[in-house]
């Protein structure tokens, strides 16, 4: 199984930064892909910033230039700078990576639990 654990989450006002990270553990070969989503109450989940193996990046438009995706492939980690907060940044930030748990089996996707971000006006 593979476990991923985020955190950093937390209450800022507008205009300040954060920095969420993600800990992936457990039993994999590989990790593919690693990225952010957020969700809000009666919304759906929504696509935030996606960094592969590669580390190629890319953004939602809503945070393109305010938020910068990093990752750690010696520690199997993920980061998500995130500045300029505004008060639409609120929601529950969840990690995801694409792994595969051994060398013949699929990729697949696997969340973190959340971690809650609150911008104040």
């Known amino acids: 199984q593979v476990q991923l654990v985020d955190s950093g989450g937390g209450l800022v006002q507008a205009g300040e930064s954060l920095t969420l990270s993600c800990a992936a553990s457990g039993s994999f070969v590989s990790i593919n892909a690693m990225a952010w989503y957020r969700q809000t109450p009666g919304k759906q989940r929504e696509f935030v910033a996606i960094i592969t193996s590669g580390r190629t990046t890319r953004y939602a438009d809503s945070v393109k230039g305010r938020f910068t995706i990093s990752r750690d492939n010696a520690k199997n980690m993920v980061y998500l700078q995130m500045n300029s907060l505004k008060p639409e940044d609120t929601a529950v930030y969840y990690c995801?990576?694409?792994?595969?748990?051994?060398?013949?089996?699929?990729?697949?996707?696997?969340w973190g639990q959340g971690t809650r971000v609150t911008v104040s006006s």
């Open positions: 995801n990576a694409v792994a595969k748990r051994t060398y013949v089996s699929d990729y697949l996707n696997y």
